[in-house]
C-alpha cells in the first residue's frame, strides 16, 4: 500500500507564487516518476509537470519558464514551485506517483489534490 500526501495549495493573487510538496509513504519498492495533474472545474485532469527517477523532467506548454518540479530522493518527495500564476491555474491538483511496490509490480498512485485558486 503507497500513500502519496500533498500540502501547499492556498488562495493566491495573480502573479504570485505557491509551493507545493507531495510525500510517497508506504510499500515503496521503487519509484519510476513523480508528477503534477490539475484538474479545473469542466475540464479534463492534465499533466503539469514530471520528474523520473534519473531526473529528467517535462511541462505542460503553459507552465514552462514558469513551474519548477523537483525532487527529494531521500525523502520520497516531489515539489511544484508555481511562479507567476495566472488565473487559468486554478484547479485542484494532484500528485501523481508511478512506483513500484515490488521487483515486478507497479502502479500509479494519486494523491487526494490540493485546491489552487488564482485570483485576478
Known amino acids: 500500500q503507497v500513500q502519496l500526501a500533498e500540502s501547499g495549495g492556498g488562495l493566491v493573487t495573480a502573479g504570485g507564487s505557491l509551493g507545493l510538496s507531495c510525500t510517497a509513504s508506504?510499500?515503496?519498492?521503487?519509484?519510476?516518476?513523480m508528477g503534477w495533474y490539475r484538474q479545473a472545474p469542466g475540464k479534463q485532469r492534465e499533466l503539469v509537470a514530471t520528474i523520473n527517477n534519473g531526473g529528467a523532467t517535462n511541462y505542460l506548454d503553459s507552465v514552462k519558464g514558469r513551474f519548477t518540479i523537483s525532487r527529494d530522493r531521500a525523502l520520497n518527495t516531489v515539489y511544484l514551485q508555481m511562479n507567476s500564476l495566472k488565473p487559468d491555474d486554478t484547479g485542484v491538483y494532484y500528485c501523481?506517483?508511478?512506483?513500484?511496490?515490488?521487483?515486478?509490480?507497479?502502479?500509479?498512485?494519486w494523491g487526494q489534490g490540493t485546491q489552487v485558486t488564482v485570483s485576478s
Open positions: 508506504g510499500s515503496i519498492f521503487s519509484i519510476v516518476a
Open positions: 501523481n506517483g508511478r512506483i513500484y511496490t515490488s521487483m515486478t509490480s507497479w502502479d500509479d498512485f
